[in-house]
């Protein structure tokens, strides 16, 4: 194990890497300049010097706490470049807590099937089916690093099998004339350019940081469509606008780069401050608006596979757990309007 330390010199300071090297019964301390006073390219360096001492021992083995600190060096840098948010990492260090938690410190290489269903069916007694799955998947993909790393033969989560979800509640999504107060208190407070943006969100059932990350390119307006470039599954797709929408496109400023000035953060905590100023549930996020066009697509009679291309599932298997269930009841309701 390695760490930083700061040594200070005539102008300023240098970072060092410091290191402990067994002699006889006793840990010596070395340290090993980076000529650097750059924190970044300092914890860069640190990250490629641990990876070398244990290739340089033979091992390739890595216990599981420092796995974690290796593993957020690196995904700060994947943030900083824009290929990992940060909150998928917050998802990942939390599930990789909860192994070290589960099974105490063990070396990477020693984890193995067997280990992911006693954590699977662990998981369980404490949280949905849904959200074990999430914390599987995550796993799955820290491993995928640790294999491209060596530091173990296989990847145990890459064939896990799912936890059974089960949904027998609706989605929660907002009635026609709960939106229309929404819509009015945020037009009350005179937010024009946020009422635009939740009003693309209720129209196309982009999520937050698609509809973020439009730019004037994106948006066709003789095919009266946008182009969702940075979406959650990586492809890209299309969004069929409407006349509300095709207004909002078409009132962008033409010295603007994005369609939407907003950073992602703001958008929730304003979203959330306008549904406690309309008196609405307090459960209510931005991520309802996607639940409220998708389900009232579903109680109009639109087809589950269309829904599903809309929303950009990468499986009709999602579309269908979460409208299914809409659908049915809308179906069977259907029925009882016969005239005899």
């Not at 979800?165 to 350019?193: G, R």
């Not at 401050?273 to 459960?283: E, Q, S």
Request: charged fraction near 30%.
């Amino acid at each position: 194990m390695a760490w930083l330390v700061k040594k200070p010199k005539k102008e300023g300071f240098t970072y060092y890497i410091a290191y402990r090297v067994k002699k006889g019964s006793k840990n010596v301390v070395h340290t090993k300049t980076t000529d650097t006073d750059n924190k970044k390219l300092a914890r860069k360096l640190l990250i490629k010097f641990e990876e070398e001492q244990i290739q340089y021992e033979g091992l390739r083995r890595i216990e599981l706490s420092d796995f974690i600190r290796l593993y957020e060096g690196y995904v700060t840098f994947q943030i900083a470049k824009d290929q990992k948010s940060k909150r998928t990492y917050i998802l990942e260090k939390s599930c990789l807590e909860k192994l070290l938690d589960s099974f105490g410190n063990f070396y990477l290489d020693s984890f193995n099937s067997d280990m992911v269903n006693e954590y699977k069916e662990t998981r369980l007694y404490s949280i949905s089916p849904t959200s074990v799955n999430i914390e599987l998947r995550s796993l799955r993909s820290v491993f995928s690093y640790a294999l491209k790393k060596k530091y173990v033969k296989e990847n145990p989560f890459s064939c896990f099998e799912k936890a059974k979800e089960e949904s027998n509640e609706l989605p929660l999504f907002m009635k026609i004339e709960e939106v229309k107060k929404i819509l009015s208190t945020i037009e009350a407070s005179k937010d024009y350019s946020f009422l635009k943006y939740v009003l693309f969100l209720l129209h196309t059932g982009a999520r937050r940081n698609e509809a973020l990350n439009i730019k004037k390119e994106h948006i066709d307006y003789e095919k009266r469509r946008v182009s969702l470039i940075k979406t959650k599954t990586k492809r890209p797709r299309y969004v069929p606008i409407d006349d509300v929408v095709y207004e909002i496109v078409k009132s962008m400023p033409d010295d603007e780069e994005f369609l939407f000035n907003y950073h992602y953060d703001t958008v929730t905590h304003k979203f959330k401050k306008y549904i406690r100023k309309a008196g609405l549930p307090d459960n209510y996020s931005l991520k309802t608006t996607r639940k409220t066009f998708a389900s009232h697509l579903v109680m109009q009679g639109i087809n589950l596979t269309t829904v599903q291309e809309l929303l950009g599932h990468s499986s009709p298997e999602t579309t269908r757990k979460h409208y299914a269930k809409l659908a049915d009841e809308h179906l069977q309701q259907s029925v009882k309007k016969l005239p005899y």
